[in-house]
């Protein structure tokens, strides 16, 4: 018995579906049911642009791809500047199972995308994605810096040296004075005591307890090379802040808006702009924006069970 085929009402034009993957991209150029094309690309730059020639010139209008690990921002790159590029989630897309080939899946895509099933992904503009790299990247030096922070801890506490069970702060100025000083040998628990102040919640006696250790070469050997780490990445913090705000002055009025918002500071407001834009128009309300975030339940219902 023949295999009935599934038939779509056809919205778009011309359309093309492409199966993007490292070094391969399969493109489908579809026009209709039965009038379609399919051609392989490799991931060079050159190629790429063989390709969004090769759209142009069959006056595609619409292009849809799975949103592949990094590999489909070169391609959205390319194509972005003269064609209407839908990036949809693979788990939206899936193919017969057991009949999975690059072309057939660059197939399925061109027919869901001519039918107007396809739901593309927020994807902010150029600016937006530039901003968002460096805020994204500005945060994990942020948490690298922490983490050398926390290892000086441990490395004194290897030591016994018991400056966090005495001082709020290890790396005040305090703590970084007394750090200092044992990095450059200088241990004596009276000459390491002129750091007391009256503000100190503990009393002397036992902030003298809490400096008395066992300091190695090893130790401070550790304790500098871990000072050195945080100095660099805060060397680094410095660079990226400045280039953020190079790349927020466009964005002064929305960022000002934002800190009209109880609990929003000036990083908060520029790290939310980075993540969504500042074109609204992109979300139909505000509950569709709260769902993108993540910040709403999904629905999973099934046999009156919510799951």
């Given at each position: 018995?023949?295999?009935?085929?599934?038939?779509?009402?056809?919205?778009?034009?011309?359309?093309?579906?492409?199966?993007?993957?490292?070094?391969?991209?399969?493109?489908?150029?579809?026009?209709?049911?039965?009038?379609?094309?399919?051609?392989?690309?490799?991931?060079?730059?050159?190629?790429?642009?063989?390709?969004?020639?090769?759209?142009?010139?069959?006056?595609?209008?619409?292009?849809?791809?799975?949103?592949?690990?990094?590999?489909?921002?070169?391609?959205?790159n390319v194509l972005e500047t003269d064609l209407e590029v839908i990036l949809v989630n693979a788990r939206h897309?899936?193919?017969?199972?057991?009949?999975?080939?690059?072309?057939?899946?660059?197939?399925?895509?061109?027919?869901?995308?001519?039918?107007?099933?396809?739901?593309?992904?927020?994807?902010?503009?150029?600016?937006?994605?530039?901003?968002?790299?460096?805020?994204?990247?500005?945060?994990?030096?942020?948490?690298?810096?922490?983490?050398?922070?926390?290892?000086?801890?441990?490395?004194?506490?290897?030591?016994?040296?018991?400056?966090?069970?005495?001082?709020?702060?290890?790396?005040?100025?305090?703590?970084?004075?007394?750090?200092?000083?044992?990095?450059?040998?200088?241990?004596?628990?009276?000459?390491?005591?002129?750091?007391?102040?009256?503000?100190?919640?503990?009393?002397?006696?036992?902030?003298?307890?809490?400096?008395?250790?066992?300091?190695?070469?090893?130790?401070?050997?550790?304790?500098?090379?871990?000072?050195?780490?945080?100095?660099?990445?805060?060397?680094?913090?410095?660079?990226?802040?400045?280039?953020?705000?190079?790349?927020?002055?466009?964005?002064?009025?929305?960022?000002?808006?934002?800190?009209?918002?109880?609990?929003?500071?000036?990083?908060?407001?520029?790290?939310?702009?980075?993540?969504?834009?500042?074109?609204?128009?992109?979300?139909?309300?505000?509950?569709?924006?709260?769902?993108?975030?993540?910040?709403?339940?999904?629905?999973?219902?099934?046999g009156g069970k919510k799951k």
């Amino acid at each position: 018995m023949e295999k009935e085929e599934i038939s779509f009402v056809q919205v778009v034009k011309v359309g093309c579906g492409i199966d993007v993957h490292k070094d391969l991209i399969t493109a489908t150029i579809r026009k209709s049911n039965d009038k379609l094309e399919t051609r392989e690309f490799n991931a060079y730059t050159s190629s790429l642009k063989s390709l969004r020639d090769w759209c142009k010139k069959e006056k595609v209008t619409h292009v849809a791809m799975e949103s592949t690990g990094v590999y489909w921002k070169p391609v959205f790159n390319v194509l972005e500047t003269d064609l209407e590029v839908i990036l949809v989630n693979a788990r939206h897309v899936k193919n017969v199972p057991g009949h999975k080939t690059d072309k057939k899946d660059s197939r399925w895509l061109s027919k869901l995308l001519l039918s107007g099933l396809l739901k593309g992904s927020f994807i902010p503009p150029v600016e937006i994605r530039e901003l968002r790299d460096l805020v994204r990247y500005k945060r994990k030096v942020v948490a690298q810096a922490s983490s050398e922070k926390n290892r000086i801890i441990k490395i004194l506490e290897d030591a016994n040296i018991k400056l966090s069970s005495v001082l709020t702060n290890v790396n005040g100025v305090v703590g970084a004075k007394i750090i200092n000083s044992i990095i450059a040998g200088k241990t004596d628990i009276d000459e390491l005591m002129k750091f007391y102040h009256g503000k100190i919640k503990v009393s002397r006696k036992e902030f003298r307890l809490a400096l008395e250790g066992r300091i190695t070469k090893h130790h401070r050997f550790m304790l500098q090379l871990h000072k050195d780490s945080i100095a660099d990445k805060e060397r680094l913090i410095e660079r990226i802040e400045s280039e953020i705000d190079e790349a927020t002055k466009a964005y002064q009025v929305e960022v000002d808006f934002l800190q009209t918002i109880d609990g929003v500071g000036k990083a908060s407001a520029i790290s939310i702009i980075s993540e969504i834009g500042v074109d609204m128009t992109r979300f139909p309300d505000e509950t569709h924006l709260s769902s993108w975030a993540g910040v709403s339940p999904g629905n999973n219902e099934t046999g009156g069970k919510k799951k």
